[in-house]
């Protein structure tokens, strides 16, 4: 052949990618799965796909600047005698001490704070420092039960107990030895330094018949005072918000698979659990089904990241929004301003997601306590609190465009889909038409 | 003594009554009557009393319990005494599922037998049983002391930490990274003073000792058969 004979080009294979064969080859070489933090970060349909339909003759606006709309929502109102009160309707979701340092939990608490808004323990129990920073903490029951005592269960103001997370429903925890600092081993009556595995269901109860017992004993034990959640990853929404009801839940939280974790297998994040997006409609639906719609109110979490997620989850029937991921970034998780340590973990400021190495230049997910003293809880508490501020001014934008005058008057109605894929997930029209795939009467 | 009618006043108002008693009470004497199987019977209490319970109880009775001594006059449900600080719960009958699960401290006594799941994720308490216990039992123990005067079922200790496992009569299998140790004298005084408490006759020489071969505590590309 000489050098004049044409050549095809190299083509690279969409479906072994190098991120793929990078992935066989770390397997080949290690024999264990890819461990890592974060939620799914492939795509899927999310709430990008979505537009609102502002006011225009056939509806009127409210004026952006001048004319209220209310950001207040109450949770627990069902059976708790203290409901909880929130200024704006975005809470910061679960994580736990040991997961994050001291001062990350600190600052959660405090932007949380200032911004009338509730924050959530973790795996690990209760810190007195996240109890002093949070105005409003919400405390987890989960499989693993590390640090539970009734103390710590009576200061909370919330009760949630977790059933499962959309990063990895159906799955436990992990928290690898590089975390489990001496504070961390006790708190969760573990040896130091062990690859911590958490369960993946509770110990003493299964099903729904036994959880609904459960929650029984929970509020014996607190005396019916504060709300108790039931925290589920996005699977069967219709069921198992259905079944969260049946059990005695005063709130349901649905975390889609975009929501994060501090570490669990890469394989579980991107490959169980359905996006955020799909999960919305048919927790609402059983909600409504069961004629408690707004009275057990509907808390989503998963990949929520601006003002415009916050309209689109209410619009589709959300109470209230969480937020994990974008909270950690508005503290300074993944800051380019560290550029040059994540090269030398060979990641770069973005893509850091090797959060159960405890390596974090940010200090956030780590308990080394060097780096964890580069995050100053006040000031990562301050950008929290404005980031919350941003998000809440964002929502009220978009609501008073469609012309209300409360967040969680948005509705369905006020939404269109840029795909199809999304109109079928949120059962909103594909923009332009008045059709979504499984419309009732559309014949498909 | 106080005499509490579950059946005609309700669940509520004991649970309220037990836990408003303080370390200065001197109402510390409790009989509860008619508990007819009853859930989450004298749950949350934190305070030096006697509470007896004259029959069979539901799911968690005992939950959460500190300083409390709690006794069932019958059998308990699932659950009991689960995540248990301190205390004594002593059932005279026999014990469903999750037996002391997630307990932190206290000692729990089963007269009779404990069905699976016995000592789930135990975190410090101590757990006596009379009788056999079921599977898994002790699974993913992490602190305290499981007796068991009888026969242990499936996989014992699966998964466990530091959680010490005595057991007189046969285990029917041991759980991953489940292993017998040596009886050394510290577990024969440890296993005689809990007898002892637990009001059993059983001759500590008699046990075997089961505990972690730590062989699970960190992630080994050899071991992934066992994860």
Redesign the interface.
């Known amino acids: 052949m000489d050098n004049k004979t044409p050549k095809t080009l190299p083509i690279q294979s969409a479906t072994f990618t190098p991120e793929v064969n990078a992935e066989i080859r770390r397997a080949a070489a290690?024999?264990?799965y890819d461990i890592r933090g974060g939620g799914a970060k492939r795509k899927v349909p999310h709430f990008d796909d979505l537009v609102f339909l502002g006011a225009s003759v056939s509806r009127y606006p409210l004026e952006g600047y001048r004319e209220t709309c209310n950001t207040k929502v109450t949770l627990g109102t069902r059976f708790a005698k203290k409901p909880i009160e929130l200024d704006i309707p975005i809470t910061i979701a679960g994580m736990s001490f040991g997961a994050l340092s001291g001062q990350a939990k600190e600052a959660l608490g405090r932007g949380a704070s200032a911004a009338g808004t509730s924050t959530t323990t973790g795996d690990g129990g209760m810190t007195p420092e996240e109890r002093g920073h949070s105005n409003k903490l919400v405390y987890q029951y989960l499989p693993?039960?590390y640090g539970?005592?009734?103390n710590d269960?009576r200061k909370a103001d919330a009760i949630e107990v977790v059933v499962g997370q959309g990063a990895k429903p159906g799955g436990g925890g992990m928290l690898?030895?590089q975390k489990i600092s001496d504070r961390v081993a006790e708190m969760?009556?573990?040896?130091k330094?062990?690859?911590q595995?958490s369960?993946c269901r509770h110990?003493?109860?299964t099903g729904p018949d036994?959880l609904e017992?459960?929650l029984?004993?929970l509020r014996?034990?607190?005396?019916?005072q504060v709300p108790i959640y039931v925290k589920v990853g996005g699977t069967r929404p219709y069921y198992d918000t259905a079944l969260a009801v049946k059990s005695g839940a005063d709130v349901v939280v649905l975390d889609g698979m975009q929501g994060g974790t501090a570490a669990t297998q890469d394989v579980f994040i991107e490959h169980v659990g359905i996006p955020t997006l799909a999960a919305i409609r048919p927790a609402v639906r059983a909600l409504q089904d069961l004629g408690v719609h707004r009275e057990v109110q509907l808390v989503v979490s998963g990949g929520i990241r601006n003002g415009a997620d916050v309209a689109k989850a209410m619009a589709l029937g959300a109470d209230a929004v969480a937020i994990g991921t974008a909270a950690l970034i508005a503290l300074g998780d993944n800051d380019p301003k560290w550029e040059a340590e994540y090269q030398k973990l060979g990641t770069t400021a973005g893509a850091y997601d090797d959060w159960h190495e405890g390596q974090d230049p940010a200090g956030i997910t780590t308990q080394d306590l060097a780096l964890a003293s580069r995050l100053d809880p006040i000031d990562a508490g301050r950008r929290l609190r404005n980031y919350l501020k941003v998000m809440t001014l964002e929502a009220q934008t978009i609501a008073r465009a469609c012309g209300h005058n409360d967040l969680r008057n948005l509705e369905p109605e006020d939404l269109c889909a840029l795909t199809v894929e999304a109109a079928a997930m949120a059962q909103v029209p594909l923009a332009g038409t008045e059709w979504y795939p499984g419309k009732p009467g559309t014949g498909y | 003594m106080l005499t509490y009618d579950l059946d005609a006043e309700g669940?509520?108002g004991l649970?309220?009554a037990l836990?408003k008693q303080t370390q200065e009470t001197n109402e510390t004497q409790w009989e509860v009557v008619n508990p007819k199987g009853s859930?989450?019977i004298a749950?949350?209490l934190?305070a030096p009393i006697d509470v007896t319970v004259h029959g069979s109880t539901?799911?968690?009775c005992g939950?959460?319990n500190?300083q409390a001594t709690i006794r069932v006059k019958g059998s308990a449900g699932?659950?009991v005494a689960?995540?248990m600080?301190s205390g004594t719960v002593i059932i005279e009958g026999d014990a469903s599922q999750?037996a002391g699960?997630?307990g932190?401290g206290g000692l729990l006594v089963i007269k009779g037998n404990a069905s699976s799941?016995c000592g789930?994720?135990m975190?410090?308490i101590d757990i006596v049983v009379h009788g056999n216990i079921g599977h898994m039992s002790a699974?993913?123990a992490?602190?305290g002391n499981l007796v068991v005067c009888g026969d242990a079922g499936d996989a014992l200790g699966d998964?466990l930490?530091?959680a010490r496992l005595f057991v007189r009569g046969s285990v029917k299998s041991l759980g991953a990274d489940c292993v017998e140790k040596e009886m050394r004298p510290e577990h024969i005084a440890l296993l005689s003073a809990l007898l002892e408490k637990a009001e059993s006759d059983a001759k500590p020489e008699e046990f075997k000792r089961y505990g972690s071969a730590r062989k699970l505590?960190?992630?080994d590309?050899d071991s992934?058969t066992t994860y």
């Open positions: 290690t024999g264990i693993s039960r539970m005592n009734p269960l690898l030895g969760r009556t573990l040896p330094g062990i690859d595995r369960a110990p003493d109860w036994d017992i459960k029984l004993e014996e034990i607190t005396n019916w | 669940l509520r649970n309220e836990q859930h989450a749950v949350g934190d539901g799911y968690y939950g959460m500190q699932p659950g689960e995540n600080m999750y699960a997630t932190h799941r789930i994720s975190k410090g699974f993913m992490q602190a998964s930490y530091e505590y960190n992630f590309v992934n």
